[in-house]
């Protein structure tokens, strides 16, 4: 009993249901906010606004302030009462206490519980729809009628007066229900087109996810060996340094110690010429000239030892040239280990791929040299036989094709104003002269083309590419499991131009169409 006072204290007086976002007028009474924002809509057309519980009168339409304690209350008490909280929508005739709705008439007006819905289906034929609260939106805005038909023409829901007399007179129209499933019978297929789509994207997403990963590792593999390497080298470098170092400490304590030697002897030679000085100095003293004679030719005087260490430090110094000797070997010994061949399958150095031309494939328009190596176009022909290979077009394909592993290339373009260089499949049209056997013009190849711009080219898709300086020299990179072709621009540093991804299902060529006055050069 006591929960139904409560409900009725908590029903909006418009919709007798539980309030729905409540707000107050200022005369303090409560309504659902789209209950409230009906009848104001309703009585701005009459040109006054009233509170549909009190009647107090307001000169321009009434602000509406939210009321959060009241939807508190209600929030609380729907939560106690889990069978109210289902629909919100409660039966028009029991109005002691709620009990939920299970059908609403569309024609009555009103929401029935199945008690009432018995009784009701007992005396009369009505439609009947789920339940709700809302009628307006189910009836004519122009006769305030039923909504019965669906007119195709206009794309709108009538009433039988539309149809009869008003806007849509002479239409073909539909009952709604069979409009509603021929429209569902049409985004049915529209539906599994977009899921279809959805399951692409997702699995794209997938891919790029996938491949951020692998990126990811990939890299963090690269790092590492890059930091191996320059480990091995600066390791080199030391025992490089150690080893020059070493030479010349070698060096310094030899010419030391021969020095020390040397300096002794002198020392020795310096004290016995001092001796020498200090005898004839004397004799020179004598006055008498007897005496003086007897002495000097009694006495070992030699003036021929002043030459003891003439050039000796010509002789005794570090040898700097052993040095730069020791050092220029060492150097080109690790020279010699960074171009090794054990250190570039270390490093995933990229070797060049040995490719020859395929004379049987050229066109007559295209000569080719003896070591199949260059090409250049002609106006001449070259009266060679045809054959199931050859281009109509002109046209070269390389001798050897890719079906697996990793391959590069290089090709000198600098005498060659305009140019098509890149790769194409086994099966391309070969019989026709036309745009489309192109390379980069079909699904069959892809190429980096060059007039007057640089495009990369496929399937006749060209996309136009950045370039600061002229190619002189193409590289092409042919990674087949990975599916990807890669494009460079030899120069220092080497310049990526750009990178094609594809699913390759058939042996692959090197391929090169030639312009007027083109010569193109594989590089050995």
């Known amino acids: 009993m006591a929960s139904a006072e409560l409900r009725d204290e908590l029903n909006c007086s418009i919709c ?15 309504f659902c906010r789209s209950c409230i924002v009906s009848v104001l809509d309703a009585q701005e057309a009459a040109g006054g606004y009233s509170c549909p519980d009190c009647r107090a009168e307001y000169p321009e339409r009434p602000a509406l302030e939210k009321n959060r304690k009241l939807r508190n209350i209600v929030e609380r008490f729907s939560s106690t009462q889990p069978d109210v909280e289902e629909t919100r929508i409660f039966c028009t005739y029991c109005t002691k206490s709620p009990v939920p709705a299970v059908k609403s008439c569309q024609h009555c007006e009103t929401s029935m519980c199945k008690e009432h819905l018995e009784a009701h289906n007992k005396s009369v034929n009505h439609n009947l729809i789920e339940p709700t609260v809302s009628f307006m939106d189910r009836k004519c805005s122009t006769h305030n009628e039923i909504l019965k038909y669906y007119c195709p023409i206009d794309a709108d829901c009538i009433c039988v007066s539309c149809w009869v007399a008003g806007d849509h007179k ?25 899921k279809s789509k959805r399951e692409e994207a997702e699995k794209r997403v997938h891919n790029l996810k996938d491949h951020g990963i692998e990126q990811e590792k990939k890299s963090a593999g690269l790092g590492d060996r890059v930091s191996g390497l320059f480990t091995d080298l600066r390791k080199k470098l030391d025992d490089l340094e150690k080893r020059i170092q070493g030479e010349i400490y070698r060096q310094k304590d030899q010419v030391l110690c021969s020095l020390s030697d040397l300096v002794e002897q002198v020392e020795l030679h310096v004290n016995k010429l001092t001796k020498d000085i200090n005898h004839l100095e004397g004799l020179c003293t004598i006055t008498d000239p007897l005496t003086f004679l007897q002495d000097v030719n009694s006495g070992d005087i030699s003036s021929e030892s002043g030459d003891l260490i003439a050039d000796v430090r010509d002789t005794l110094c570090v040898d700097e040239g052993l040095v730069s000797q020791i050092l220029h070997t060492g150097l080109g010994n690790f020279a010699d280990d960074l171009i090794d061949m054990k250190m570039k399958r270390k490093f995933s150095v990229m070797e060049k791929s040995d490719i020859l031309l395929d004379i049987d494939t050229a066109n007559n328009n295209i000569s080719i040299s003896q070591d199949l190596r260059s090409a250049s176009h002609t106006a001449t022909s070259q009266n060679r036989p045809d054959g199931p290979k050859r281009f109509k077009s002109r046209q070269v394909l390389s001798y050897c094709s890719f079906s697996s592993g990793r391959h590069y290339w290089e090709v000198d373009v600098s005498q060659a104003r305009s140019w098509m260089i890149g790769v194409a499949g086994e099966s391309l049209e070969r019989k026709v002269n036309k745009n489309v056997t192109f390379i980069g013009f079909n699904e069959k190849s892809w190429a980096i083309i060059t007039e007057k711009n640089l495009f990369a080219s496929h399937n006749d898709i060209h996309q136009p590419l950045k370039l600061d300086s002229p190619v002189r020299v193409v590289g092409v990179y042919l990674d087949y499991e990975a599916g990807r072709l890669s494009f460079y621009q030899v120069c220092d540093p080497i310049r990526h131009l750009h990178t094609f991804t594809a699913s390759f299902s058939e042996p692959l060529y090197a391929a090169f169409y030639l312009y007027n006055n083109c010569i193109i050069r594989i590089i050995k």
């Open 170 to 194: 002479g239409h073909d129209v539909e009952p709604l229900d069979v409009a509603s499933e021929n429209v569902k019978g049409k985004l049915r297929p529209v539906t599994e087109k977009l």
């Open 16 to 30: 007798l249901s539980l309030y729905t976002d409540p707000v107050s007028l200022r005369c303090g009474h409560n």
